[in-house]
Every structure is written in structure tokens, then in C-alpha cells.
């Protein structure tokens, strides 16, 4: 059982997120059953990266664009989550897949340093288990359905105003003994496959 002065946090990436400005803007939909237009022709802008955790227990996110994907990056993100982390909660654990990016040298020499950090890593190809995954599908069916955005700094606004108005209203993904089975019998279907 989790501790008060203790939090879980999902921890993932989600890498390439490319603004693609239109060369004309997207028509609205009209009245009836016409669809939104969307300009097939785009410039290219760049990419940014998402780094985001997602605490278990409240449904906070905590999450930085940045232009990289190193563990120079990961550790500015942990950084950051550290300062926005109560002083009062003693174990911040992470949940995070097993890439040399979350595992590194530099990052094992930060953790040394960072006491209330302990890492746990989910198995190989079970990235289903890290619930920040769900919240990434969320933000890519709100925000991300028409990629149109003006520029990086356009999509870095857009992903910060999307984390901070969700964090207004966030609410952790209770995971049942019913919804975990479904999971495991989906997971064993595509095993037998």
C-alpha cells in the first residue's frame, strides 16, 4: 500500500510531435453533414518532444516540450517535476519503460543525488501497464485529431494550455480487477496469434 508522503508517476515520451502549418487553413465544417477541409499541403516546422508523468493518485500531469530526446532532457524534466513535487512527499516513484534514455549513466549518477526517486521499469513490450500511455491517447484524440498548428512554438502553447486546463480537472484511471482481466485476455489472444 502507498504511503501519504509517497506518489507514483507514469513516465513516458511522446516523440515527433510536428506542428505542420498548412499552406491554406483548414475550412470549418459546415451545417449538415459536411466535413471539416483540411489542406493536404504542409510545410515542414521541426518536431518536439513530449515529456510527461502522470501521477496515479490524482490524474496530475506534469509535463515539458523540449526540441531533444537525451537524457540531458530527461533529467531537466526531472528536475522540473521535483521542484513541482511537495517537499513533504518523501518517494516519488517512476514508472517508466527500460530504454537507455530512462537508465543511463548520466541518469543513474543524477539519482544519486535525487534520494526520493526510485525508478521501477515495466516489462518489455507492456507499455499498456504505464498509465501516462493512456493520457498520451487522450491528448492525441483532443488535440492532435488535425495537426494544424502555426509553428513549434504554436504546438508547445497548445500542449502546455492542454496539460494545464486537464490538471483543472484531473482525475486518476481506476484500473478494476474486470478492466485488468480484459487486458490480460486481450494480451493472451495476440500471444496465441
Not at 31 to 57: K, M
Not at 73 to 89: C, D, N, W
Not at 175 to 187: I, N, R
Amino acid at each position: 500500500m502507498l504511503a501519504e508522503d509517497e506518489i507514483v508517476l507514469c513516465v513516458d515520451e511522446k516523440t515527433s510531435l510536428q506542428p505542420r502549418p498548412r499552406v491554406h487553413p483548414t475550412k470549418p465544417a459546415r451545417s449538415g453533414n459536411n466535413p471539416a477541409l483540411v489542406e493536404h499541403e504542409y510545410a515542414r516546422a521541426g518536431a518536439l518532444q513530449l515529456f510527461a508523468a502522470f501521477d496515479t493518485r490524482t490524474g496530475h500531469v506534469y509535463g515539458q516540450c523540449w526540441e531533444r530526446k537525451r537524457q540531458a532532457e530527461f533529467i531537466a524534466f526531472l528536475t522540473h517535476v521535483e521542484q513541482q513535487v511537495a517537499r513533504t512527499t518523501r518517494t516519488i516513484h517512476l514508472v517508466c519503460d527500460n530504454l537507455p534514455m530512462h537508465s543511463g549513466k548520466q541518469i543513474q549518477a543524477w539519482l544519486k543525488g535525487h534520494p526520493r526517486f526510485q525508478f521501477h521499469f515495466n516489462p518489455v513490450h507492456c507499455s499498456w501497464m504505464n498509465q501516462v500511455e493512456q493520457w498520451f491517447s487522450i491528448l492525441q484524440r483532443k488535440r492532435f485529431r488535425i495537426v494544424d498548428f502555426a509553428s513549434k512554438s504554436d504546438l508547445r502553447a497548445k500542449i502546455e494550455q492542454f496539460i494545464e486546463q486537464g490538471n483543472q480537472h484531473a482525475y486518476p484511471f481506476n484500473w478494476t480487477t474486470k478492466s485488468v482481466a480484459k487486458v490480460m485476455a486481450d494480451a493472451e489472444l495476440k500471444l496465441a496469434a
